[in-house]
T-cell receptor
Framework: GENVEQHPSTLSVQEGDSAVIKCTYSDSASNYFPWYKQELGKGPQLIIDIRSNVGEKKDQRIAVTLNKTAKHFSLHITETQPEDSAVYFCAGGDFGNEKLTFGTGTRLTIIP | GAVVSQHPSWVICKSGTSVKIECRSLDFQATTMFWYRQFPKQSLMLMATSNEGSKATYEQGVEKDKFLINHASLTLSTLTVTSAHPEDSSFYIC????????????FGSGTRLTVV
């Protein structure tokens, strides 16, 4: 089955700076890679996703890049703000079996 | 946008009792729903995949007789933790697959279960 590794586990960034979180996956059949933001006591919220036929996707301050050859993908948050503080999870999946495998999470703290 | 409602948000129960958690898709039909379990400061672990009108598919190591899943309609799936014990205390989250765009997965807000 799929195995998704995520780094770093914790990340502190000065407000206004950029944050980068990286994930690797093992199953070459995976073709869908979403990123979720989870605030304390709440369920994960999708913030951006990318499919395997695309190398990069951007939505305002958030971008995701995918390297299929190396089997890794990254989340980039620019101009960070205090409200970006949360736990971020990457995930990988194959629409064929509908399952998502989650990374171990990154606790992002934005320092004012 | 797609909304998944999960209730209750938290519940405390005594050992040996059963607890039911509901997951509803409010503005779309979800033929497939997923149930996850999350321990503190850990990732989400898939417990089972729930398909409307059929038996759930459980992940390896998940006791299907303990975690009963029912998906009786296209908008409702329930997870019942039977004969709960303190080790069942956890954060349980459901999600539903939505169509449109790139087939996103929408999550419920989670249920914090504490067994005393």
């Amino acid at each position: 089955g799929e195995n998704v590794e995520q780094h770093p586990s914790t990340l502190s960034v000065q407000e206004g700076d950029s944050a980068v979180i990286k994930c690797t996956y093992s199953d070459s059949a995976s073709n869908y890679f979403p990123w979720y933001k989870q605030e304390l006591g709440k369920g994960p919220q999708l913030i951006i996703d990318i499919r395997s036929n695309v190398g990069e996707k951007k939505d305002q301050r958030i971008a995701v890049t995918l390297n299929k050859t190396a089997k890794h993908f990254s989340l980039h948050i620019t101009e960070t703000q205090p409200e970006d503080s949360a736990v971020y999870f990457c995930a990988g999946g194959d629409f064929g079996n509908e399952k998502l495998t989650f990374g171990t999470g990154t606790r992002l703290t934005i320092i004012p | 946008g797609a909304v998944v409602s999960q209730h209750p948000s938290w519940v405390i129960c005594k050992s040996g009792t059963s607890v039911k958690i509901e997951c509803r898709s409010l503005d779309f039909q979800a033929t497939t729903m997923f149930w996850y379990r999350q321990f503190p400061k850990q990732s989400l672990m898939l417990m089972a995949t729930s398909n409307e009108g059929s038996k759930a598919t459980y992940e390896q190591g998940v006791e299907k007789d303990k975690f009963l899943i029912n998906h009786a309609s296209l908008t409702l799936s329930t997870l019942t933790v039977t004969s709960a014990h303190p080790e069942d205390s956890s954060f349980y989250i459901c999600s539903a697959r939505t169509q449109g765009g790139f087939y996103g997965y929408t999550f419920g807000s989670g249920t914090r279960l504490t067994v005393v």
